[in-house]
């Protein structure tokens, strides 16, 4: 079993940053692949970013390119989400989730487990 809990989320303007940190129970955190999503309301859940078990191969969804920042500490169980130059729009509901294969991939339906949440909000 996985458990993860996401934190670092709150309240920033437009053109702020926030980082968002994700801490994975286990000893195997080194061989998850993680990943960042988030729903905005009235919006489906959709990918953000993704890291492989290595670090590598980062996914990074066009709505965030050049802002957001995924990586991993390996040695702390966790990894965080780096959000620079947000945009109201980015205001959503972020989860991290791992995926137990090691992948960097933006498939939801591929993660095994997942975070309970931690609320963005941009303000204008």
């Known amino acids: 079993q996985v458990q993860l809990v996401e934190s670092g989320g709150g309240l920033a303007q437009a053109g702020g940053s926030l980082r968002l940190s994700c801490a994975a129970s286990?000893?195997?955190?080194?061989?998850?692949?993680m990943g960042w999503f988030r729903r905005a309301p009235g919006k489906e859940r959709e990918p953000v970013a993704a890291?492989?078990?290595?670090?590598?191969?980062?996914y990074y969804a066009d709505s965030v390119k050049g802002r957001f920042t995924i990586s991993r500490d390996n040695a702390k169980n966790t990894v965080y989400l780096q959000m620079n130059s947000l945009k109201p729009e980015d205001t959503a509901v972020y989860y991290c989730?791992?995926?137990?294969?090691?992948?960097?991939?933006?498939?939801?339906?591929?993660?095994?487990?997942w975070g309970q949440g931690t609320q963005v909000t941009v303000s204008s």
């Open positions: 989730a791992a995926d137990l294969e090691g992948r960097s991939i933006a498939a939801a339906s591929l993660y095994e487990y």
């Open positions: 286990g000893r195997t955190f080194s061989s998850y692949g």
């Open positions: 890291i492989s078990r290595t670090g590598g191969y980062p």
